[in-house]
């Protein structure tokens, strides 16, 4: 197969590209290079798509990763139906769902925001945009898939998100105590990047048809965080600490500084990290144990002391431990 891949130097679409590589495919990335390198085999070529076609074709499949509508447009103008028989693999996202409180939503059940070109900058945009991106790709290819991730993760997160877990329980001393947000029995949901990877290059093999959630199964937190203390082989004694009390102590949830990853606010976000993962599995997605996903953060984090870590400080977290009865 010839796959152009729209990214390439990073992440998701590195580990497509280099998936695609190791099964014997011809790989073309076009980007900008500025986030990185596109793995060895495959070949970049240079295009800022703000301003510029990406490479002709042929190509048997185009893998898309994009948020900005004009960027498909254009792509489509020479992988679209009226030029070429391409099938578009387009990831898309979990945030396309209007509403992220119900657990257990399927493309089949679950409604999206209405497509919109709404500016990047606007907090609220990204759902609506993404949206768009499916509807452009879904009428302009001559055949497509639609994935929509929940929250990925694995060696090469740039987001910093899921590294903060591995990172505090790789320096957790036996019995330690470790903050823990929420309820244990909150039901979280991951993607381990190359699992998901390796399924988007099959589905541009197969040019499987449809919209599918990409998400992994259905952990409580508990369960979740155990799993990754496993993989860094750390014994920790949870402070398992209630919503209120953290947002009381200025901790915030999912992202940023200081916050603390994988928790939500509940029950405003119980849907986020609990779609219906059978689909997907049904489709052909294979997750590894979460437990292996850790141990290979970790070593990436060993071997990469820039990599981004999102989430309290050594200090903030001693600060909110002191601050709890
Ligand atoms: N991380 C998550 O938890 C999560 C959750 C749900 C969905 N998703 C989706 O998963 C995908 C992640 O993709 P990703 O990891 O590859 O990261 P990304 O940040 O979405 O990918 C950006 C890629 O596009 C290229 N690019 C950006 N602007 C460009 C431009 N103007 N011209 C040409 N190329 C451009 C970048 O390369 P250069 O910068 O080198 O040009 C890079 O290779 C996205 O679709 C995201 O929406 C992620």
Redesign the pocket.
Known sequence: MRLLV?????????AVAAAAVARGHEVVC???????RVPDGARLEV????VAQVPEGPFDAVLD???EPEHVRRALAVHGREASDAHWVF????STYVDQATPGQTPATGAVHPGADLPADDPAAYGPR?VLCEQLVTAGAVSSTVVR????VGPG?P?GRFAYWPSRLDRAADGEPVLAPGDPADVVQVIDVRDLAEWLVTLAETRRTGTYDGVGPLLPLGEALDLVAEGCGARPTWRWTASDDLERLDVRPWSGLPSLPLWLPRPAYDGMLAHDPAPAAAAGLACRPLVETVRDTLAWLHTAPDAAVTGLTAAEEAAVLAELP
């Open positions: 729209l990214g390439g130097t990073v992440f998701l679409s590195h076009a980007a900008r290079g500025v986030s990185g295009v800022d798509r703000g990763v994009t948020d990831v898309s996202t979990v993404k991730p929940g929250l990925v997160d987001s």
